[in-house]
């Protein structure tokens, strides 16, 4: 049967990378994130305006760990402790075999394959642990560098998404 416990918090690491939950002084990079207008130029989001806002997004992102609703991680350089991105596993098929994963990460962080490297140790996770089947993303049509992403993960083009979004789907067993 496959496991979506995520207590306790199952961190990652890679070569370059610890993938660790989301804690409450993680707050000013949540909201450089959130409020970044190239961060957020297609995602279908409020940007964050407070502190307060990102401290409530922490809060809430713990809540639907605890509930198995989601996995969600920060992800940090293996030399500092600090924020650059976030990425995480959400909208469960009823069986477990399928999610969608999001990601984003600080403009000083982007082109240097982080968010590759983040990816593919999640979407091993969501293999090896949970026992998913397949995970699909929905990035923007102008969205190049995430389409790239996706391509370079083996993920392929699954048809058209809501509005302006194009739906990709990496399938690991039929």
């Known amino acids: 049967m496959p ?6 918090f199952p961190v990652l690491k890679t070569e370059r990378l610890t993938l660790r939950q989301l804690v409450s002084s993680d707050a000013n990079e ?5 409020s970044d207008g190239n961060v957020n130029k297609y995602l279908d ?8 806002d990102a401290i409530t997004f922490i809060q809430t992102i713990n809540e639907n760990i ?12 293996n030399s500092t402790d600090k924020l650059i991105g976030t990425i995480c596993l959400f909208d469960f098929s009823d069986d477990n075999l399928r999610a969608e994963i999001g990601y984003e990460l600080l403009p000083g962080f ?13 979407i091993d996770f969501g293999a090896q642990y949970i026992g998913l089947n397949s995970v699909v993303a929905y990035t ?3 969205n190049n560098s ?24 990496l399938t690991f067993k039929d």
């Not at 949540?30 to 959130?34: E, G, K, W």
């Not at 989001?45 to 307060?52: D, N």
């Not at 982007?110 to 999640?122: D, F, L, R, T």
Request: charged share 25%; no cysteine; hydrophobic share 35%.
């Open 3 to 8: 496991d979506r416990n995520f207590t306790p």
């Open 30 to 34: 949540i909201f450089a994130l959130r």
């Open 45 to 52: 989001r409020k940007p964050s305006k407070s502190i307060e």
């Open 66 to 77: 605890q509930r198995n609703y989601s996995v969600y991680w920060a992800i940090t350089l």
């Open 110 to 122: 982007q082109g240097q394959g982080i968010m590759q490297e983040a990816a593919s140790k999640v």
């Open 140 to 142: 923007h049509a102008e």
């Open 146 to 169: 995430s389409t790239r992403l996706l391509e370079k993960l083996n993920f392929k083009m699954n048809g058209p998404g809501e509005g302006d979004l194009i739906m990709y789907k």
